[in-house]
């Protein structure tokens, strides 16, 4: 999943947090920094293969799943360190939801058939929790998750003994969930609000604003569960919020074609600034642009949007550390000044653009697509945990002196070197496979997937750890976010798994376009 401005804001604070690199030790045969240094931890080695490699993820997702559906079934995630629970995204059991699309295409009947169970027996009308409800987090883990799990049980995979009534009811809740959050686009212009109350059907008190990513990343599921059920009112609420980032005014908060600031006015329809990025908080909103137009291949302004910003990004953001000029990252922005900074959220660029030059014929967008790739596993194998840090720069005037060293041979420094299950650099790596076949990438996937296993697993579930840059990873956090079931394991299973007409790219065009949350839906359009 892309993150909403909190996590931006957040991360602002979050300062040098990490701790000095330990030198190298025997790098493996590249003779990188980092390489070699997370030896296979199951027996599978570099050597397994892809079905080794598939089972093992399988391995590891039912051993997830059997920490959570002990300790917190029906909860929205387990504490893996603690073995108490959490309901963070209402109390609605994210986990179980953001579960079922990968449990479908691993074919693990035995777990598709106890949550399909479980989704009809949920109150979406109601939050138990006295915490607001994201409409954004909402709709690609719950709407997302729901949607894709009909799709996938009424095609590819419908012979796993799934009840009609059970895969009636992913339609039926998503409406129901739809129906109890649609309040939210009851504003002057129709660019909803994020956080509600759905109880009394009030918005958080003061929120006037939305940002680019929070009104971006609605209109996938929103248009697809118009195109399920034939009642277009879903789809039309969100294509008028989309109407107002296809067409970004004012012209100040637009320095680069296609690239804009982040927030925006729901009064007036107006951006407030001109400070972006292709990082959290903006993320999924230039995704979406994209996959909108793999959803419906009709839609030439989603296409063209797309284009225009792919453009600038390349022309004006494309940035490379003094340290390590091989190496590119994307630069954030406000106005026209660069701001060397991006996230392990931003990773979800590569196979963004890999797939924009996929499905337009366009090798260029590939080719570049292919250069973030290496820039974001550059991320992973700098550090001695082979995993990439949340927040880095390739800014010298702020360099911290004890990352000086790192800097040079890296390319980048740690600025919080935290890392909480996200999925999207294997993510970039399943797309470069899926498009280049070229193996190398699966051999990255596995190299992270095994790092992710070594450093994060506990005795129930995987966590969050505090410095991916010291052994062992520092602290964990205690959080299992519902994102490991829905993107970690999919992608790393996904891409050592058989051809499928779900997967990227299947005999040359894409059936299914993944959303924010890795949750598979079946496009509408003549597929490209
Ligand atoms: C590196 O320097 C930063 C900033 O002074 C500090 O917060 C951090 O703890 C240092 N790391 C170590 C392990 O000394
Ligand atoms: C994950 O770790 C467990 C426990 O050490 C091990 O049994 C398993 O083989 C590992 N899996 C992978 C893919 O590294
Ligand atoms: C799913 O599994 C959980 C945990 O074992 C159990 O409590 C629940 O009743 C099951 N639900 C269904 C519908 O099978
Ligand atoms: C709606 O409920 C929330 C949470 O109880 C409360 O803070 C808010 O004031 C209520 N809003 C209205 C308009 O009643
Ligand atoms: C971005 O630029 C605006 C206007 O010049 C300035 O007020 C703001 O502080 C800047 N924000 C950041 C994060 O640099
Ligand atoms: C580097 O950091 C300095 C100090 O915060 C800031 O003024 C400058 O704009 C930054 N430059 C880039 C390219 O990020």
């Known amino acids: 999943?892309?993150?909403?401005?909190?996590?931006?804001?957040?991360?602002?604070?979050?300062?040098?947090?990490?701790?000095?690199?330990?030198?190298?030790?025997?790098?493996?045969?590249?003779?990188?920094?980092?390489?070699?240094?997370?030896?296979?931890?199951?027996?599978?080695?570099?050597?397994?293969?892809?079905?080794?490699?598939?089972?093992?993820?399988?391995?590891?997702?039912?051993?997830?799943?059997?920490?959570?559906?002990?300790?917190?079934?029906?909860?929205?995630?387990?504490?893996?360190?603690?073995?108490?629970?959490?309901?963070?995204?209402?109390?609605?059991?994210?986990?179980?939801?953001?579960?079922?699309?990968?449990?479908?295409?691993?074919?693990?009947?035995?777990?598709?058939?106890?949550?399909?169970g479980f989704i009809p027996t949920v109150d979406f009308t109601k939050s138990s929790i006295p915490i607001t409800v994201s409409l954004f987090e909402t709709t690609i883990r719950y709407i997302g998750g729901m949607l894709a799990g009909h799709d996938l049980l009424t095609g590819p995979v419908s012979d796993l003994g799934i009840s009609k009534s059970n895969i009636d009811a992913l339609i039926s809740q998503a409406v129901s969930l739809a129906d109890s959050l649609k309040f939210a686009f009851n504003t002057p212009t129709g660019i909803p609000i994020n956080d509600l109350w759905i109880n009394n059907q009030s918005f958080e008190a003061g929120e006037v604003t939305n940002g680019l990513a929070t009104i971006g990343t609605l209109v996938l599921e929103w248009q697809h569960l118009s195109d399920l059920t034939g009642n277009p009112e879903y789809g039309q609420l969100t294509q008028k919020a989309e109407s107002f980032l296809l067409n970004p005014k004012p012209a100040s908060s637009v320095p680069f074609p296609g690239l804009t600031g982040t927030n925006v006015d729901v009064r007036t329809g107006l951006f407030q600034d001109a400070l972006g990025s292709w990082n959290g908080g903006d993320d999924s909103a230039y995704e979406y642009y994209l996959k909108f137009f793999v959803y419906d291949s009709d839609a030439d302004n989603y296409r063209n949007r797309w284009t225009t910003a792919a453009d600038s990004t390349i022309k004006h953001l494309a940035s490379h550390p003094s340290s390590r000029p091989d190496l590119t990252f994307l630069a954030s922005f406000n106005g026209t000044d660069l701001i060397f900074e991006s996230q392990h959220l931003t990773c979800f660029d590569g196979g963004n653009f890999i797939l924009g030059g996929n499905v337009l014929g366009r090798q260029d967008y590939i080719d570049f697509g292919l250069m973030l790739v290496d820039g974001c596993h550059d991320t992973y194998e700098s550090d001695v945990t082979g995993i990439g840090p949340e927040a880095f720069s390739w800014n010298t005037t702020t360099l911290p002196a004890n990352q000086t060293a790192f800097y040079e041979r890296s390319g980048f420094w740690i600025q919080d070197g935290l890392y909480d299950l996200r999925p999207e650099v294997i993510e970039s790596y399943y797309y470069a496979y899926r498009i280049t076949r070229d193996s190398k990438y699966q051999d990255w996937a596995w190299e992270a997937f095994q790092a992710i296993n070594a450093t994060t697993r506990t005795n129930s579930g995987f966590s969050d750890v505090s410095n991916v840059n010291t052994p062992g990873g520092g602290q964990k956090g205690d959080l299992q976010e519902s994102f490991l079931f829905a993107e970690v394991m999919k992608y790393s299973y996904l891409i050592f798994a058989e051809d499928a007409e779900y997967q990227v790219d299947f005999h040359g065009e894409n059936q299914f376009v993944f959303n924010t949350e890795a949750h598979p839906l079946k496009v509408h359009g003549k597929p490209i």
């Not at 070699?36 to 293969?49: I, L, R």
């Not at 079934?73 to 609605?92: A, K, Q, Y």
């Open 1 to 116: 999943m892309r993150q909403s401005i909190f996590i931006t804001l957040a991360l602002g604070l979050s300062g040098a947090l990490a701790l000095p690199q330990p030198e190298p030790g025997n790098g493996g045969g590249s003779g990188k920094p980092g390489s070699g240094k997370f030896p296979p931890s199951g027996g599978y080695g570099k050597g397994g293969s892809s079905q080794q490699r598939a089972q093992a993820v399988i391995d590891a997702f039912r051993f997830a799943w059997s920490g959570y559906s002990t300790f917190c079934f029906g909860h929205d995630e387990l504490h893996p360190v603690s073995n108490t629970c959490g309901d963070s995204r209402n109390g609605w059991g994210a986990s179980a939801v953001d579960a079922l699309s990968t449990a479908v295409v691993m074919r693990q009947a035995d777990i598709v058939k106890n949550i399909t």
